[in-house]
């Protein structure tokens, strides 16, 4: 028999998710999984998915790298598995590709086996958009500071 303590405690970190949290767990879960998934599966058969987006201007017309470069690379490289180059190539898109895996593995732990994180509450409840964009951006300058220093101590 459990322990009285045990039991509240329990309760204090998670609780049964509701039946809408674990649809929309779900979709995020086979959504990122998906995405990752597709990727992987292109680069097997040999389709080059960089070819869908055209050379970058910023480095076409001044030599410079601009704060995206590498992003397409990056999360081709983490579709395959390939972590160390993905950090290496871009590591803004590597960091947020992890944040997305993060995310979907806890997502799927909502969706399949119904347990639901009350810190999720708690972060849902405060964060801002205006937090998510400038966290964003912040990532994407850190990523770009990288790049940057590299593209530089290259042409030296």
Same mark, same amino acid.
């Given at each position: /028999? /459990?322990?009285?303590?045990?039991?509240?405690?329990?309760?204090?970190?998670?609780?049964?998710?509701? &039946?809408?949290?674990?649809?929309? $767990?779900? *979709?995020?879960?086979?959504?990122? !999984?998906?995405?990752?998934?597709?990727?992987?599966? *292109?680069?097997?058969?040999?389709?080059?998915?960089?070819?869908? !987006? &055209?050379?970058?201007?910023?480095?076409?017309?001044?030599?410079?790298?601009? &704060? @995206?470069? #590498?992003?397409?690379?990056?999360?081709?490289?983490?579709?395959?598995?390939?972590?160390?180059? %993905?950090? +290496?190539?871009? &590591? $803004?898109?590597?960091?947020?590709?992890?944040?997305?895996?993060?995310?979907?593995?806890?997502?799927?732990?909502?969706?399949? !086996? #119904?347990? +639901?994180?009350?810190?999720?509450?708690?972060?849902?409840?405060?964060?801002?958009? @205006?937090?998510?964009?400038?966290?964003?951006?912040?990532?994407?300058? %850190?990523?770009?500071?990288?790049?940057?220093?590299?593209?530089?101590?290259?042409?030296?």
């Amino acid at each position: /028999m /459990m322990d009285v303590r045990q039991q509240t405690n329990r309760g204090r970190w998670i609780r049964r998710a509701l &039946p809408r949290q674990r649809r929309v $767990a779900g *979709l995020f879960a086979l959504s990122v !999984f998906a995405l990752f998934g597709s990727l992987w599966l *292109l680069q097997r058969v040999g389709f080059d998915v960089g070819s869908l !987006f &055209p050379l970058c201007g910023v480095k076409q017309r001044w030599g410079l790298t601009c &704060p @995206t470069c #590498g992003m397409t690379t990056s999360v081709l490289a983490f579709a395959r598995g390939d972590l160390v180059t %993905a950090f +290496y190539v871009q &590591p $803004a898109a590597a960091f947020l590709n992890s944040l997305l895996v993060g995310g979907a593995f806890f997502a799927f732990l909502i969706a399949v !086996f #119904g347990v +639901y994180f009350r810190a999720l509450d708690r972060l849902f409840a405060e964060i801002r958009i @205006t937090h998510v964009v400038v966290g964003l951006l912040i990532i994407l300058a %850190a990523g770009w500071a990288v790049t940057m220093a590299r593209a530089i101590a290259a042409q030296t």
